[in-house]
């Protein structure tokens, strides 16, 4: 059985920890059902300095979750549609997450996992889990059973065109090679 990552695997800088949760897996259990999907794409977002990050605006009720304790899920609704999921990082009221943007189907996933809408979708997240703990027995993030070796690419993130300097920044890490990223 899979166990959840400790707080501490959270708990430390943004970019470490994005590099970090590839190849882990993501796990919601729903009605006796797991589903398992293992990470292979992510963002970082780094504060309130960053200009791409919803934490920039500074904290409101929506970005809370952002500037609480580390290992916690951050998740929205973007254009009203599509759901995307963050997980919060280093420490309280730093206001960073990683975002994840794409997986690789493990257990029970069905659809495409390609992008953050489509990843929530497939793993039933939406708001209802905004502010859960990722150490919880039904919604975390567990090592990966084997460790695997991978090259990491790092990228410009996608759709920040807005943020100036900072969307040019290579904070958009994903495993080389693998089929189901959103995007090379």
């Not at 659809?111 to 929530?120: A, E, H, Q």
């Not at 943020?163 to 990223?181: D, T």
């Amino acid at each position: 059985m899979v166990q959840p990552l400790p707080r501490t695997f959270y708990d430390r800088d943004t970019i470490v920890v994005a590099r970090a949760l590839l190849g882990q897996y993501l796990v919601h259990v729903t009605h006796s059902t797991a589903r398992i999907g293992r990470i292979v794409e992510v963002e970082a977002y780094r504060g309130p300095q960053d200009r791409a990050s919803h934490s920039s605006r500074g904290l409101t009720r929506r970005t809370k979750v952002m500037f609480g304790p580390p290992g916690f899920a951050y998740v929205y609704l973007i254009y009203g549609v599509h759901h995307c999921m963050n997980v919060v990082t280093e420490g309280a009221g730093r206001g960073a997450a990683v975002l994840l943007r794409a997986l690789e189907p493990v257990q029970n996933v069905g659809g495409r996992t390609f992008g953050p809408g489509l990843l929530c979708r497939a793993m039933d997240i939406d708001l209802r889990l905004n502010a859960q703990d990722l150490l919880s027995d039904h919604f975390f993030i567990a090592a990966a059973p084997r460790i695997e070796r991978f090259v990491i690419v790092k990228r410009p993130r996608v759709g920040v065109d807005y943020a100036g300097a900072w969307a040019k920044r290579q904070l958009r890490f994903y495993i080389r090679g693998n089929p189901f990223i959103s995007r090379p």
